[in-house]
């Protein structure tokens, strides 16, 4: 079993909806990820929160608002998506901060959070 | 611009039949080069990480080894179970030290 927990596991939301998706480890890690996978398609990173700092990948859309409520959680704020934002949604999380020396890429998983959008 | 590149993009074995994938990448400065399993619908399961050129990890039938540009998978008599994507990662040593770049994945199918 995974130790970082995603909810909900699956997702349907219409264009107009308001939803969030929600990230929980509990192993002290200070790095936390979103990413987006498409089918066959390898992970592609969104948004890092590290030691309380967000970085933001600036190809995605203002539709998409990471937040962090503390060291434990992320959430991953969904607004106004379009029907190509469907995939699958991972949370990951890092014991150190990989920019700063102190980890070395070993990313724990969760199992995802698939979102369709109609 | 960096790249990170794996082949084949699909695999198909007999239960037993050893093979390799293969991961090049083509990056300033590298950091390390991870190898993940993901299975359908399921988050990436790390496996091994690899910092420099002759490094060999091993767990199982799995055994990963690195060069200046590439890092082999290689599978020893594989069992159905090993069926899986495989995706390797680079991490490069930079001011985006906090990103992996992944390649594409192997899909490998071993049949019984």
């Known amino acids: 079993d995974t130790e970082v927990t995603q909810t909900p596991k699956h997702l349907v939301m219409g264009m107009t909806n308001k939803k969030s998706l929600k990230c929980e480890q509990h192993?002290?890690?200070?790095?936390m990820y979103w990413y987006k996978q498409k089918a066959k398609k390898p992970p592609e990173l969104m948004f890092v929160y590290s030691y309380e700092k967000l970085s933001i990948n600036e190809s995605v859309p203002s539709r998409f608002s990471p937040e962090c409520p503390n060291s434990s959680l992320l959430n991953l704020h969904l607004h106004a998506l379009q029907p190509e934002d469907s995939a699958l949604y991972l949370c990951?999380?890092?014991?150190?901060?990989?920019?700063?020396?102190?980890?070395?890429?070993?990313?724990?998983f969760g199992e995802g959070s698939r979102l369709t959008v109609l | 611009e960096d790249q990170v590149t794996q082949s084949p993009e699909a695999l198909r074995l007999q239960e037993g039949e050893s093979s390799s994938l293969n991961c090049s990448y083509t990056v300033s400065g590298l950091r390390g080069l991870f190898w993940y399993r993901q299975d359908p619908g399921k988050g990436p399961e790390f496996l091994f990480t690899?910092?420099?050129a002759g490094e060999e990890k091993e767990k199982e039938r799995l055994k990963a080894t690195l060069t200046k540009k590439e890092s082999f998978l290689h599978i020893t008599a594989p069992k159905p179970e090993d069926s899986a994507t495989y995706l390797c990662a680079v991490q490069e040593w930079d001011n985006a030290g906090n990103m992996l770049t992944f390649g594409g994945g192997t899909r490998l199918m071993v049949k019984p």
């Open positions: 690899l910092y420099s």
């Open positions: 192993m002290g890690h200070r790095a």
């Open positions: 990951a999380s890092i014991q150190g901060d990989m920019g700063a020396g102190g980890a070395t890429g070993e990313l724990f």
